[in-house]
């Protein structure tokens, strides 16, 4: 279904005509860079589907937010040809809502902004015959979030059925450079769907493989995990697409088990240090809490 950008109180079009910025009032990040993958308005088994990100400043003074949108599997990096960000600056305590206008259009939103501002985005969509509204949770993805080059990311629930479900595949490359990567998929059982495979990535990029496990050669597979490494860092993640409700669900990277929690009434684990090491501590009214030296940060190319 194809439709300009629309007005929801004040608007401005951002890009090329590419995305609709609505007012609200006011509410879910971190500073410097973020990014939202699959942002999208497209049409699947007759739904149209839509990615609405929402930014909000929080904080007490008029922040400045870039943004730009580049296309699923293009080179993040390379800013030539007037591919600029655009500056929006939002007042404290406002709610900004961006759309994707143009019908078709997939790709990856980055996002720029100070301390303060805070980020959450929704796939929608409606259903052709029932008219009920679907929708998603999209991840924000950020130096907090990313699965560091070299460590995997687990996927867990992959299913191809017989009336239409299936389940496609996506890959962010957070690194500035051309990144490798392998992939690994499982039965419920744990043999392995057919063998490794290699894919590299371009830069900084947004890629998509619809329905990973008919690419693979699956028919008909439920409960299905998958097993992504890479050089660079990156971030995986799944959609489920429900070819009976015609709904569409994200599925983020499996959480570990490698927690610092503890039940009630066991003692946590003292902390370790290399030889000659000492922790950097902060005493924070009476209670020790460690704070990391190495801690990561995204930023533009």
């Keep these: ?16 005509g590419a995305l609709v910025v609505c007012l609200l009032g006011a509410s879910a990040v971190h500073a410097g860079t973020i990014y939202v993958p699959y942002t999208v308005h497209t049409t699947r088994s007759g739904v149209d589907l839509e990615t609405k990100v929402w930014l909000t400043n929080t904080g007490p003074n008029r922040a400045n937010v870039e ?4 296309s699923i599997g293009a080179d993040g990096t390379s800013r030539e040809g007037g591919l600029e960000p655009d500056t929006l600056s939002i007042r404290p305590g406002v709610t900004m809502l961006f759309l994707p206008g143009d019908a078709q259009r997939q790709g990856m939103l980055e996002i720029t902004a100070p301390d303060g501002v805070v980020a959450t985005a929704r796939l929608v969509g ?3 015959v029932f008219g009920t509204e679907l929708g998603s949770e999209v991840p ?8 560091p080059g070299g460590e995997v990311g687990h996927l867990q629930g992959w299913e191809r059925t017989s009336n239409g479900s299936v389940t496609d595949l996506g890959v962010v490359n957070l690194s500035h450079q051309e990144n490798p990567c392998t992939v690994k998929v499982f039965r419920v059982g744990g043999s392995q769907v057919l063998n490794t495979v290699l894919i590299s990535f371009p830069p900084l990029s947004d890629a998509h493989f619809p ?10 597979v439920t409960d299905v995990r998958a097993e992504i490494e890479c050089e660079g860092d990156f971030y995986p993640y799944s959609l489920l697409f429900d070819g009976e409700s015609g709904e569409t669900l994200f599925a983020t990277p499996s959480g570990s088990a490698a927690s610092t929690l503890q039940p009630p009434g066991t003692v946590p684990p003292a902390p370790t240090c290399s030889a000659g090491a000492v922790p950097e501590l902060t005493t924070i009214t009476g209670t020790v809490v460690s704070r990391p030296a190495d801690a990561r940060a995204l930023t533009r190319p």
Excluded: W, Y
């Design 140 to 147: 924000i993805v950020s130096s907090e979030n990313l699965i």
């Design 126 to 128: 409606e259903h052709p």
């Design 211 to 220: 329905d990973a496990l008919g690419i693979l050669g699956e028919k008909t």
């Design 1 to 16: 279904m194809s439709r300009s950008p629309t007005l929801c109180h004040r608007s401005a079009l951002v890009g090329a």
């Design 67 to 70: 943004l730009l949108f580049f």
